[in-house]
């Protein structure tokens, strides 16, 4: 929806915590289409958590890198498990949107080699938890960028019981948390219902990492 108020292109929400509101509008159509080939090559699927339940969110991957969870654990794998190939390639259009977003963000010279893609339909949610399955967490941030319906996010902080801010992410919004804010705690809350003229029912985060 449109703003009836001009919105700041860069909010700090805390140190490390930023976010471009629109980032991704200049180029939807491209995102979108390089968004919609990956996921024709490794379809979005329940995961499994090591608790054995299944999550609500669907993910894939594209990247050298994808993170998967099942019984056994969480980690990042090079091949899709459900095809055992390798996840589709990042599209151009992807990296170098992470890669200037996390700059503007005041993160130059990051190179993500992992992209999870988390389908959400209404009623989907994500519990608060931390992203700390990469290689060397200290070493880079996160950026993730939102497609489709909007959310309600919940940035925590270091520990479980912070209560989070709740910032509403909208199509085409960039976050970026990294720094003193990389390790912080962070959920969607359940995805209200509704209908997105690309996207449909659904919600697409697009979570760039350097995982490797
Ligand atoms: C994630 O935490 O990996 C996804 C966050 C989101 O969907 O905005
Ligand atoms: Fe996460």
């Not at 669907?58 to 969870?69: E, K, P, Q, T, Y």
């Not at 509403?168 to 948390?177: C, K, N, T």
Request: with cysteine.
């Amino acid at each position: 929806m449109d703003s009836l108020f001009p919105l700041p292109d860069r909010i700090e929400l805390a140190a490390g915590a930023v976010l471009l509101p629109g980032a991704g509008l200049a180029e939807q159509a491209l995102l979108v289409s390089a968004l919609e080939s990956v996921l024709a090559l490794a379809p979005p699927r329940h995961m499994v958590t090591p608790g054995g339940q299944s999550m609500s969110v669907a993910m894939s991957n594209c990247g050298r890198l994808g993170w998967v969870s099942d019984r056994g654990g969480y980690r990042y794998q090079s091949t899709d498990p459900d095809t055992g190939l390798a996840w589709p390639a990042m599209p151009d259009c992807l990296a170098r949107l992470a890669r200037s977003a996390a700059a503007r963000a005041g993160f130059e010279g990051f190179e993500p080699d992992a992209c999870l893609i988390s389908v959400y339909t209404p009623g989907a949610r994500l519990s608060l938890h931390q992203d700390k399955d990469e290689e060397n967490v200290a070493g880079h941030p996160l950026v993730s960028l939102s497609l489709g319906l909007g959310a309600s996010f919940q940035l925590g902080g270091l520990a479980r019981a912070d209560k989070p801010l709740k910032v509403p992410l909208v199509h085409g919004d960039v976050l970026i948390w990294g720094g003193p804010s990389r390790l912080r705690y962070h959920g969607v809350a359940a995805l209200p219902d509704g209908e997105h003229p690309m996207l449909g029912r659904r919600r697409v985060n697009l979570s760039f990492r350097k995982a490797g």
